[in-house]
């Protein structure tokens, strides 16, 4: 059916037209950049859509850290199906890349195959990039479409939204308590909190972070794995606060798991086996979110116990806090310094069968 009302409404309703056609196909986008959580870090989560005679031709995202990017993986998913990009639209979720990293910039790439369109979602906040890439393809002639589902898209890099400006590692702190407050009992052998579907979450939680923080007394006590147990996941490295270095020749299961361990002291430094020491003068959370960040460490999940929590709450990005039925009495709470800094943040509550998970966006975006 085609509008035969004045020109300014017609143009209105194209306009209203091709806007749902955009978030559609990037809708699609941000799915498939969704594929790559837990293995691009610190790069950024991107997905791709070729789109062509209003069909999707194909599809890609970043793989893996190193790995192709995903306007160059769904440039040759196409080729691979026998089809032809010139002239087609591409949604891509992040500004494409102008500068040789460890993959070629991928803006050149667009240019080369002669695409009519490229909508992107949100600008690359890299200085390397910053708009360079839009401004690029406008002078090659190619329409370029800059914001459709902007927010979204920043949700999904939030981690990288904050290293890539501050170089600083997003911070989650996440802990379990029981209904009366406390972290950890007094009186009850049983210190478990959360019920199995939490566990599960914490996870996959686990799989999205770069790293994965405690403190000395909490390895002590409960000697965790602190792995990401679910399929085809990676572990993320294990950073402890030992300030005495009371682990040193110990035998904790973090020193026989797959991956790395990071051991923070304020004696000395050196290597063992899976585990790196290292001396750090004034073990405040500012200097050690800035070692992680030199160390290209995007993002840091913040386990506890008590002591590192009050420490880095008011560093953290996000706070998670499951909450259970269980009453313990007496115990640890996290809150003996800061009983009220939750209460004007903003919050949204979701349910694990009987428990409870309080979520707090301290700062969306990291970048701050």
């Not at 459709?148 to 904050?162: A, D, G, R, T």
């Not at 460490?297 to 590192?308: A, P």
């Amino acid at each position: 059916m085609i509008y035969e009302g004045p020109e300014e409404i017609q143009g209105l309703f194209c306009y209203i037209g091709a806007d749902f056609v955009d978030k559609r196909f990037m809708k699609i986008a941000i799915e498939e950049a969704k594929r790559g959580i837990g293995k691009v870090n610190p790069n950024p989560l991107v997905g791709a859509v070729i789109v062509k005679d209003e069909k999707i031709i194909s599809k890609g995202y970043h793989e893996f850290y190193g790995g192709r990017h995903a306007e160059v993986m769904a440039i040759e998913n196409a080729f691979n199906k026998g089809y032809s990009v010139e002239g087609s639209t591409m949604y891509v979720t992040l500004e494409p890349c102008n500068h040789w990293g460890k993959t070629p910039p991928c803006v050149d790439r667009i240019i080369k195959e002669k695409f009519k369109r490229v909508v992107i979602s949100m600008k690359d906040p890299n200085k390397k990039v910053a708009g360079k890439s839009i401004k690029k393809l406008e002078e090659k002639g190619i329409e370029v479409r800059v914001g459709v589902l902007e927010e979204e898209s920043k949700m999904l890099n939030q981690k990288f939204l904050k290293y890539i400006t501050i170089k600083k590692p997003y911070v989650l702190l996440k802990f379990a308590m029981s209904l009366d407050g406390y972290i950890f009992p007094y009186t009850s052998e049983d210190r478990h909190i959360t019920n199995d579907i939490v566990n599960e979450y914490v996870h996959k939680l686990r799989n999205e972070y770069s790293s994965i923080m405690i403190g000395y007394h909490t390895l002590e006590k409960d000697d965790p794995r602190l792995t990401s147990r679910i399929t085809n996941s990676r572990n993320p490295l294990r950073i402890v606060l030992d300030k005495e270095l009371k682990s040193k020749n110990k035998d904790y299961k973090i020193f026989n798991e797959d991956g790395r361990n990071l051991i923070f002291n304020s004696k000395k430094s050196f290597k063992n086996k899976n585990t790196e020491f290292v001396n750090i003068e004034e073990s405040t959370p500012e200097n050690i979110l800035t070692n992680l960040g030199n160390r290209e460490i995007d993002s840091v999940l913040v386990e506890g116990g008590g002591s590192v929590i009050e420490q880095f709450m008011p560093f953290a990005d996000k706070i998670m806090i499951f909450q259970s039925p269980k009453i313990f009495g007496r115990g640890i709470s996290p809150f003996s310094k800061f009983s009220d800094y939750l209460e004007q943040k903003d919050f949204s509550i979701k349910k694990f069968k009987n428990n409870i998970l309080w979520e707090f966006d301290i700062n969306v975006y990291g970048n701050s």
